[in-house]
T-cell receptor, first 117, second 112 residues
Framework: GAVVSQHPSRVICKSGTSVKIECRSL??????MFWYRQFPKQSLMLMAT?????????EQGVEKDKFLINHASLTLSTLTVTSAHPEDSSFYICSARDQGQGDSPLHFGNGTRLTVT | EDQVTQSPEALRLQEGESSSLNCSYT??????LFWYRQDPGKGPEFLFTLYSAGEEKEKERLKATLTKKESFLHITAPKPEDSATYLC?????????????FGRGTSLIVHP
């Protein structure tokens, strides 16, 4: 149980274009999903908390107009990197926990490797 | 502010050579300590949750233990397939966001 699916696994795009990443909870409902960014040999950096039916909460220093988050249902959250630039190249990972189980662990997708050329 | 420090940063072992990874933490009140395994290019895979000092969890060659200030992940007779980065995360009792704080991980390489 507690499977999180993330697509695509890797994407290459040109500078100035936008890229959408999907995160789905397959066997549970999640009112909250989390988006992380990971740099080589670094830990997970929380970018934003995605809330079903309401606005996302962004961490300090994360541009909300650049990283658009939509959480339209209890099983789907999307992250859109707008007007991507080479410095946005990174590994993006989403996670979620079963609704209503605040003490339970987060379960992660397999990540999306974004390369902006 | 919660803090999580993992050591060592990297560890190389020979197959069969047992060792331990450390996770030291500072929280106002522990709501849970989590261990994850992360393979290159993949998302973290959940291993264990520990909630209170003295608690232990085991899975195959891995055993996680918890005290009031740190957690250990013991690896007994490791195999090359145990090579991965192991992440530790803590969740505190303050607020209602339930967002864990992650350490930087220990990169483990097990040589055959």
């Amino acid at each position: 149980g507690a499977v999180v699916s993330q697509h695509p696994s890797r994407v290459i795009c040109k500078s100035g274009t936008s890229v959408k990443i999907e995160c789905r909870s397959l066997d549970f409902q999640a009112t909250t999903m989390f988006w992380y960014r990971q740099f080589p040999k670094q830990s997970l950096m929380l970018m934003a908390t995605s809330n079903e039916g309401s606005k996302a909460t962004y961490e300090q220093g994360v541009e909300k107009d650049k990283f658009l988050i939509n959480h339209a249902s209890l099983t789907l959250s999307t992250l859109t990197v707008t007007s991507a630039h080479p410095e946005d190249s990174s590994f993006y990972i989403c996670s979620a926990r079963d609704q209503g189980q605040g003490d339970s662990p987060l379960h992660f997708g397999n990540g999306t490797r974004l390369t902006v050329t | 502010e919660d803090q999580v420090t993992q050591s060592p940063e990297a560890l190389r072992l020979q197959e069969g050579e047992s060792s331990s990874l450390n996770c030291s933490y500072t929280v106002s009140g522990l709501r849970g300590l989590f261990w994850y395994r992360q393979d290159p290019g993949k998302g973290p895979e959940f291993l264990f949750t520990l909630y209170s000092a003295g608690e232990e969890k085991e899975k195959e060659r891995l055993k996680a233990t918890l005290t009031k200030k740190e957690s250990f992940l013991h690896i007994t007779a490791p195999k090359p397939e145990d090579s991965a980065t192991y992440l530790c995360a803590v969740q505190d009792t303050t607020g209602g966001s339930y967002i864990p704080t992650f350490g930087r991980g220990t990169s483990l390489i097990v040589h055959p």
